[in-house]
């Protein structure tokens, strides 16, 4: 079936289109190449264009593929399923255009955005000499693909679709869940909604054994006033930010072992350094940023990694209480940003009893499971899509084929 289907290039499929943008309004909105990732759009907002910048001049339309120019391998891209007249976007987005008699635009877009294509681009981008990793349509349009007849096309766009629709409504859920969690925290410990509850008269609606973890009344301390019998610690007090190790990057690519940096994740390693779940604290390059690991895991020498102390052992109340903490203004004397950990451990933290620390993490843990086990669905999706796309436009693999391989892999 699929050695029938012709290879054409992308240039005899589709157009790049620079159709300067007729400015009719005072406002507009405007997408530069960090507005978009991963085939969305990140905001709608109109804002006056004599403020934009002189690279906002590009007209679009709906069907559009909007490409980063530069480092194609970030996701700086998106698909237009809107009707665009009010939006104008940066020259340095490519807006490729498909020949809808020859091409549907979704298969076009999942064809370009497949890890392969955007690898290749990578490598020529990095082939090219100048300040940033860039491409060219010249260079996208030279790219071959196997072109079923325009029926198959929709079926392969469809089923691609599918998942990433599940991969999306996975995302989405573990937005509102980790929202949920984080208001929680706010509530019990920085707002303390049930000990206003209490000291008013008020049921705090609650389980009784979770309302006895509330006292009732506030007394005065260094922080202002504070739920009575809370106590005022010192983070070092509560727990030891261990420095990371190293570890090249040679060593990053192969492994089921997640390896952090400053920044979050930049790779997997054949060996844990430290056992999960735990917290990654960014040390130097993104200084203070607090990461998540559900499982074992590997932190470089630019993160510190959280070892908590016998007075608060509870993770999930440690990860948002630095949060809430400025750790980046915590700088260390170097050339490159850094936290200086001395300074940081001096910093005040509010601690409950340990009983609600106790009740905390176990209403919590239940949504941080939810939202690991949702991360490694979508990652399997995700790694089942970029293995099945090759095989699907070139016909190697039907689609009911690998509706099936999916269903006995999540």
Request: aromatic share 10%; with cysteine; glycine share 6%.
């Amino acid at each position: 079936m699929g050695s029938e289907w012709p290879k054409i290039k992308v240039g005899d499929l589709a157009d790049s289109i620079s159709d300067t943008h007729c400015f009719g309004k005072d406002h507009l909105v405007f997408l530069n190449t960090s507005d978009v990732a991963f085939g969305k759009v990140l905001h709608h907002t109109y804002t006056a264009i004599h403020n934009w910048p002189g690279q906002a001049k590009k007209s679009i339309q709906k069907d559009d593929i909007l490409f980063s120019e530069i480092r194609p391998a970030n996701g700086r891209w998106a698909y237009i399923d809107f009707e665009a007249e009010d939006y104008v976007v940066s020259t340095k987005l490519m807006v490729i255009r498909s020949k809808i008699n020859r091409i549907h635009p979704r298969f076009l877009y999942h064809f370009l955005t497949s890890s392969k294509t955007t690898s290749w681009l990578q490598h020529l981008a990095e082939s090219r000499s100048g300040t940033f990793p860039q491409i060219t349509f010249d260079q996208v349009a030279d790219l071959e693909l196997v072109l079923p007849p325009i029926a198959i096309q929709l079926k392969i766009s469809s089923f691609l679709d599918t998942l990433n629709d599940k991969i999306e409504l996975n995302r989405k859920m573990n937005e509102t869940l980790e929202a949920m969690t984080r208001s929680l925290f706010k509530s019990w410990f920085v707002d303390f909604d049930h000990v206003h509850s209490k000291v008013a008269g008020r049921d705090p609606s609650l389980p009784k054994h979770i309302a006895d973890l509330f006292p009732d009344s506030f007394e005065d301390s260094e922080l202002g006033e504070i739920p009575k019998g809370w106590k005022v610690k010192q983070l070092g007090e509560l727990l030891e930010l261990a420095y990371g190790k190293a570890l090249k990057s040679d060593n990053r690519q192969h492994g089921i072992v997640p390896v952090y940096g400053s920044n979050g994740q930049v790779g997997w390693h054949d060996e844990k350094l430290v056992a999960g779940p735990g917290i990654v604290v960014g040390r130097k390059g993104n200084p203070g940023i607090i990461t998540w690991s559900p499982t074992d895991f590997f932190p470089i020498d630019t993160t510190f990694y959280v070892i908590p102390k016998d007075s608060c052992r509870d993770l999930h109340f440690l990860f948002y209480a630095l949060q809430m903490h400025n750790l980046a203004s915590i700088g260390a004397d170097s050339a490159v940003p850094g936290l200086n950990r001395n300074l940081a451990y001096m910093s005040k933290q509010l601690v409950p009893p340990t009983r609600a620390l106790e009740e905390f993490g176990q209403l919590v843990r239940v949504n941080f499971e939810r939202i690991h086990q949702s991360n490694e669905e979508s990652n399997t999706l995700a790694a089942l899509r970029d293995a099945l796309l090759p095989k699907l436009i070139s016909g190697e693999l039907r689609i009911k084929d690998a509706e099936r391989f999916i269903e006995r892999s999540i």
